[in-house]
C-alpha cells in the first residue's frame, strides 16, 4: 500500500528490512548499540562487522553510558544494500502498556531518525515497526504513533521522498494498513 503526501511518498509492505535498498534502514537497537535479538541482531549479522566497529566508535566518543531512548545515530549500512542504518532505541513496555511517557519517546524514536535522515540528504529510509517485538509495547497503539509521526513529518515538508515501513508478519501489516486507510489520515 502507497499513499503520497506532498512529495513524499509513505509505503507499507511486509518483509524482511536487510533486503530493502532504501539509502537507509533503521535499526530498532537496544542502547548498547552491539547487537542484539529481533531486527538489531539480523542487521549487525547480515552488515556485517563495520556496523558494530562504527557503533563501537559511537560508544566511545558520544554515548560512553548508551544510547539514549529516542535519539538516533547513523552507522555505515556495511554488507547491506541500504548505504546507512540509522539506529535508533524505543521504549520498553514491560507492562505491555504504551504510557503518555513511552509514547513521546516512541514517538522521538521516528522522529529523531528522520530529522537525521534528513540532515544527511538521505531521499529513501525503511522503518521496522519499533518497540513492538521484544520490548514488547502494542502493536496497534506503537502503529499509530508511528504513521502520525512519520505523517506529520512529510506533511511538514521534507526532501526525503519515500518512507517506507517494512513489516515482518501479517499481523502487523494489517494493523498498519489499517490505520493508513482511514479518511484524511485521521489516526
Given at each position: 500500500?502507497?499513499?503520497?503526501?506532498?512529495?513524499?511518498?509513505?509505503?507499507?509492505?511486509?518483509?524482511?528490512?536487510?533486503?530493502?535498498?532504501?539509502?537507509?534502514?533503521?535499526?530498532?537497537?537496544?542502547?548498547?548499540?552491539?547487537?542484539?535479538?529481533?531486527?538489531?541482531?539480523?542487521?549487525?549479522?547480515?552488515?556485517?562487522?563495520?556496523?558494530?566497529?562504527?557503533?563501537?566508535?559511537?560508544?566511545?566518543?558520544?554515548?560512553?553510558?548508551?544510547?539514549?531512548?529516542?535519539?538516533?545515530?547513523?552507522?555505515?549500512?556495511?554488507?547491506?544494500?541500504?548505504?546507512?542504518?540509522?539506529?535508533?532505541?524505543?521504549?520498553?513496555?514491560?507492562?505491555g502498556?504504551?504510557?503518555?511517557?513511552?509514547?513521546?519517546?516512541?514517538?522521538?524514536?521516528?522522529?529523531?531518525?528522520?530529522?537525521?535522515?534528513?540532515?544527511?540528504?538521505?531521499?529513501?529510509?525503511?522503518?521496522?515497526?519499533?518497540?513492538?517485538?521484544?520490548?514488547?509495547?502494542?502493536?496497534?497503539?506503537?502503529?499509530?504513533?508511528?504513521?502520525?509521526?512519520?505523517?506529520?513529518?512529510?506533511?511538514?515538508?521534507?526532501?526525503?521522498?519515500?518512507?517506507?515501513?517494512?513489516l515482518?508478519t501479517?499481523?502487523?501489516?494489517?494493523?498498519?494498513?489499517?490505520?493508513?486507510?482511514?479518511?484524511?489520515?485521521?489516526?
Open positions: 500500500m502507497e499513499l503520497l503526501i506532498k512529495n513524499t511518498k509513505i509505503v507499507l509492505k511486509k518483509g524482511d528490512i536487510t533486503e530493502e535498498d532504501t539509502e537507509a534502514i533503521v535499526n530498532a537497537a537496544n542502547s548498547s548499540l552491539m547487537g542484539g535479538g529481533g531486527v538489531d541482531g539480523a542487521i549487525h549479522s547480515k552488515g556485517g562487522p563495520e556496523i558494530k566497529e562504527e557503533c563501537k566508535r559511537i560508544r566511545e566518543t558520544l554515548y560512553p553510558e548508551g544510547l539514549p531512548t529516542g535519539k538516533a545515530v547513523v552507522t555505515t549500512g556495511g554488507k547491506l544494500k541500504a548505504i546507512y542504518v540509522i539506529h535508533t532505541v524505543g521504549p520498553i513496555c514491560s507492562s502498556k504504551l504510557t503518555e511517557k513511552k509514547r513521546k519517546l516512541l514517538k522521538d524514536a521516528y522522529f529523531n531518525s528522520l530529522k537525521l535522515a534528513e540532515d544527511k540528504g538521505i531521499k529513501s529510509i525503511s522503518f521496522p515497526s519499533i518497540s513492538t517485538g521484544a520490548y514488547r509495547c502494542p502493536l496497534e497503539e506503537s502503529a499509530k504513533v508511528a504513521l502520525e509521526t512519520v505523517i506529520q513529518f512529510a506533511r511538514e515538508g521534507t526532501n526525503i521522498r519515500e518512507i517506507r515501513f517494512i515482518f501479517e499481523e502487523s501489516y494489517n494493523i498498519y494498513e489499517n490505520l493508513l486507510r482511514k479518511p484524511n489520515n485521521e489516526l
